[in-house]
């Protein structure tokens, strides 16, 4: 993968002259002259809660001389995220606004802030088009974001209602998670793929079907999912399960076509990750992220006159700084691969000692060393354990096993599992300000046919007008 990745480096260097945001005075190349017309095909990816901090921390994942595939493209720019009625937004209005160029209130599903009117989002214009049309997300395929590119409701929690909105929309792929309306104690209930069925969709699972999947039927795809029906985190997966990457290369064959498409990739865990305070995950997540958008670079090699790629966020989440206080000038963010599983995994470990009563702390310390290499210093010095952080982890460890919970203000779970993992981010070098979305502006990645508009600094609604722009959608 590292050859694979260099290369494409180089290529895009190369590319870089025909869409960077400082061309004025250049000699364009011929391609570039070659390129006038309009994208047909499409890609907007979205790192949900993923800011400037969470793309540079995925350097603890990479190799020493890789780099993110969205840090390669030619043209970047920064996006505000307010939402109509608050500072700080969340992932409903913001995807609102990425999905039909409009500000909306929290919560709400591409509706108008007082929901007297539905928003046309940007699929429902390409599919008017008669381009096809897919929605790939790594959570629920009815949570806020990916509802917001098909469904319009009130409220993001109305579940069942965004659901149903699949069967009626006409797009012709959804993949990746399961949906939250159609699930029973983390159990499908099957309503759901009854109604899509009944809607002309394949509802298929696995790589098996996927993989069998025929270009020009519609599919409901998706894999192995958690209580809430995401894919599991891409630290935490089995080596088989199929990953976003591959609900993307699959979404491209399934949706390639003379007439065009529009394909929405959200990556939706790197914002559970960084609520949690999960620097380590984070990484992981947004590694996960990258590759599926080095698919749709690979699709923009064959066309590239044809094909615009937009890489952002919703909003930032966890006010992630590459920096902590007691660390000063100094930081190691390579310690984070020391960490095995994802803070969710190992809260539900010590959910089951706190039940079972039945793990010692010296067992819960031996544990740390496993699963967040805190203790070990044989693998690094830096994550010898103090006396004092021993206390500490001692009183986080009493206060889950009588099941006291942190609640959400930093980080999420019971007091021992944030305590480990706040423990290694700040080795590390790594704060969080805060469990909850921060109003900082996100990064935009473009590259492609009509990439350049998507220079400078301008708003989230933006981002939607300039490929409605460029892509000549009628709104
Ligand atoms: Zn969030």
Redesign the pocket.
């Known amino acids: 993968m590292l050859g694979g990745r260099l290369t494409g480096i180089l290529v895009l260097i190369t590319m870089f002259f025909t869409a960077s945001c400082s061309t004025a005075g250049r000699v364009q190349p011929e391609s570039v002259k070659q390129a006038a017309g309009i994208p047909k095909y499409i890609f907007y990816f979205i790192g ?2 993923m800011g400037m901090a969470h793309v540079k921390i995925a350097d603890a994942v990479l190799e020493d001389d890789q780099v993110l595939w969205m840090t390669t493209l030619p043209v970047s720019g920064m996006a505000s995220t307010h939402a109509e009625n608050r500072y700080i937004t ?2 409903a209005a913001a995807g609102t606004a990425l999905a039909t160029g409009r500000k909306t209130t929290i919560g709400t599903i591409a509706k108008n802030g007082n929901h007297s009117e539905n928003l046309k989002t940007i699929a429902e214009m390409s599919r008017d088009n008669g381009m096809r049309v897919g929605i790939v997300s790594s959570v629920s395929i009815d949570h806020a974001t990916p509802a917001c590119f098909y469904a319009h409701a009130d409220n993001r929690s109305m579940y069942s209602d965004i659901a149903v909105q699949m069967a009626s929309s006409g797009f012709d792929y959804f993949g990746g998670g399961y949906a939250r309306a159609d699930l029973e104690d983390g159990k499908p209930l099957g309503k759901l793929i009854t109604i899509m069925q009944d809607s002309g969709y394949n509802v298929i699972r696995g790589w098996e079907a996927l993989g069998k999947a025929v270009p020009g039927q519609k599919y409901w795809a998706f894999e192995n999912f958690d209580g809430s029906g995401a894919l599991e985190y891409a630290i935490d997966r089995a080596p088989d399960d199929l990953t976003l990457a591959d609900f993307t290369r699959n979404g491209i064959r399934l949706l390639d076509n003379d007439q065009g498409f529009f394909l929405m990739v959200e990556g939706g865990k790197i ?2 990750a ?2 949690a305070n999960d620097a380590a995950t984070v990484a992981h997540e947004v590694v996960d992220f990258d590759l599926a958008i080095a698919e749709a670079l690979e699709f923009y090699h064959e066309h590239p006159a044809e094909t615009l790629i937009v890489v952002t966020a ?2 930032e ?1 966890g006010g992630l700084a590459l920096g902590y206080a007691d660390k000063a000038y100094e930081s190691d963010i390579g310690l984070l691969l020391s960490q095995k599983l994802s803070a969710q995994v190992f809260a539900g470990k010590v959910a089951q000692w706190t039940e079972r009563k039945n793990v010692s702390f010296s067992m819960a310390l031996d544990s740390a060393k496993v699963y967040f290499g805190l203790g070990n210093v044989q693998l690094d010095s830096a994550l010898v354990l103090t006396s004092e952080e021993k206390m500490a982890l001692r009183q986080a460890y009493t206060a889950s096993m009588t099941g006291q919970n942190v609640g959400q203000k930093y980080g999420e779970g019971d007091p021992l599992t944030v305590s480990l993992t706040k423990l290694l981010n700040h080795k590390a070098g790594i704060g969080w300000t805060t469990g ?2 921060t109003a900082l502006p996100v990064p935009v990645f473009a590259i492609g046919q009509g990439a350049r508009e998507f220079c400078g600094i301008y708003d989230n609604t933006d981002i939607a007008k300039k490929i409605i722009k460029v892509a000549e959608l009628q709104p």
């Open positions: 949900d809660g969340g992932s914002d559970w960084s609520h919703d909003h989440c909850k979305h």
